[in-house]
């Protein structure tokens, strides 16, 4: 493993809670890792599987989904939806060889900022301690 | 027609049963031989590949290729038959999506042969001899084509001109084909000879809003309702995420959808849309409990990816 590697994660995050909440600890001024790429969606209930699969494919060495708290959703019961969704997902990914602590679904609300900053902390020391993913340079076996 | 047509049909990696779906037309065969002059069909008619090396570049009008590819030698016939044809058609699961054998991109290639041939029960081999491309014998030396590291579809190989899926691909569809070819009425080149909608659309079976699966099975360990949804009653079924054409008669015949037929309409991944289609039948909000019922399915990616997972958007496992 390079010393120099930098995780790159994919963080989706849903626009009524997790995406405030990122914006929060802006705000706040809390440090941390530059290493997610946040990508605002209108609800977790909206990442679809193959989201978080071609991210993997594509290059990403990690995987966040953050959804408003069990019984927040703005639209009721789309956070529900990812809770059925991503135990399958890690599943799955374990299944293809993709190590369990690279995918994680967070509930992080509008006001914790501080959790998010936190979440993010973890994640990218997980990844990081798993070292690069290249699933590029494993797909292109199969171009 | 004033003149005959060129055809070629040819297998690859696969089990024949493509090749037998052919003949499978009926009297439809009667029409093909009217029409055609069968320029190379290693499975029922005598011609050389030396034969097919003389052909003119493009003389072949078309090419039903079967079978995945997996070898130096499929390889080099896809590309010689891709350029003595006007028109090549991956016909089948195979040669379309990668097909069953593309599940062996679960396993390393010397997993794979140390299983074939030192692990299996059958086999002796306590030198761990392996097959190897050129052996040297008294009367000379002897060669065997080169097993790839990976299976590849045709189109991950050459330039493909249309695909018709099934496993092996319905009468109905090569009945499509065949008219769209002898009447010289061709669809867009990339198009799929199947349905414009997914399975579940043609799928005989009622379907109800009521999502309430406590826990999945498989087909021989319920007596389930034959004229209700198979997913909504616990069995996994490809369905949701397989393209139609196929006349759902799998599932006609109380078996559940393996999607042969391949990805539906805007599915980029089986598998990343049959995760969403059952997380959807799951009737539990409680993280413990949805654990306990997804545990229960066994083998999730060679079910979801049982015939397409050289084409999935991760194409192989790490």
Partial sequence: MSENFEPRIVAFLCRWCSYTGADLAGTSRIKYPANVVPIKVMCSGRVDPTFVLKAFADGADGVLICGCHPGDCHYDIGNYNMQKRAPLISKLLKEMGIEEKRFRLEWVSASEGDRFAEVVKEITEEVRNLGPLNWKEIKEAVK | ?318
């Avoid at chain 2, 054998?101 to 002796?124: C, T, W």
């Avoid at chain 2, 909504?232 to 037929?261: H, K, L, V």
């Fill in chain 2, 1 to 318: 027609m004033s003149a005959k047509l060129n055809l070629a049909i040819y297998w690859a990696g696969s089990c024949g049963g493509c090749d037998v779906s052919i003949l499978d037309i009926n009297e439809r065969i009667l029409d093909v031989a009217q029409n055609c002059d069968i320029k190379f069909w290693p499975i029922a008619m005598d011609f050389k590949l030396s034969d097919v090396e003389k052909y003119a570049d493009n003389s072949i009008d078309v090419c039903l290729f079967n079978g995945c590819v997996r070898n130096s030698e499929q390889e080099h016939i896809a590309k010689l038959l891709r350029k003595k044809s006007k028109i090549l058609v991956a016909f089948g699961s195979c040669a379309y999506l990668g097909g069953i054998p593309g599940m062996a991109n679960f396993n390393k290639k010397q997993e794979i042969l140390d299983r074939v041939y030192v692990e299996a029960q059958s086999v002796e081999n306590s030198e761990k001899i392996f097959p190897q491309p050129h052996t040297k014998v008294a009367e000379g030396e002897l060669e065997i084509p080169v097993f790839h590291d990976y299976v590849k579809s045709l189109k991950q190989i050459v330039d493909v001109d249309y695909f018709i899926p099934g496993c092996p691909p319905t009468t109905e569809i090569i009945n499509t084909a065949l008219n769209a070819i002898f009447s010289g009425k061709l669809p867009p080149k990339g198009t799929v000879i199947a349905g414009k909608k997914n399975l579940c659309e043609e799928c005989p079976k009622e379907k109800t809003d009521e999502k309430k699966v406590k826990k999945f099975v498989r087909p021989y360990q319920v007596i389930f309702d034959e004229k209700k949804c198979l997913l909504e009653q616990g069995i996994i079924c490809i369905g949701p995420a397989t393209i139609g054409g196929c006349g759902a008669r799998c599932i006609s015949a109380n078996i559940p959808c393996r999607g042969c037929f391949g990805p539906a309409l805007d599915v980029s991944d089986i598998g990343a849309k049959m995760l969403s289609a059952v997380a959807s039948v799951i009737d539990s909000n409680d993280p413990v409990e949805i654990e306990k019922i997804i545990s229960e399915i066994p083998d999730m990616a060679g079910m979801f990816y049982r015939f397409t997972l050289p084409v999935s958007l991760l194409r192989r496992s790490k």
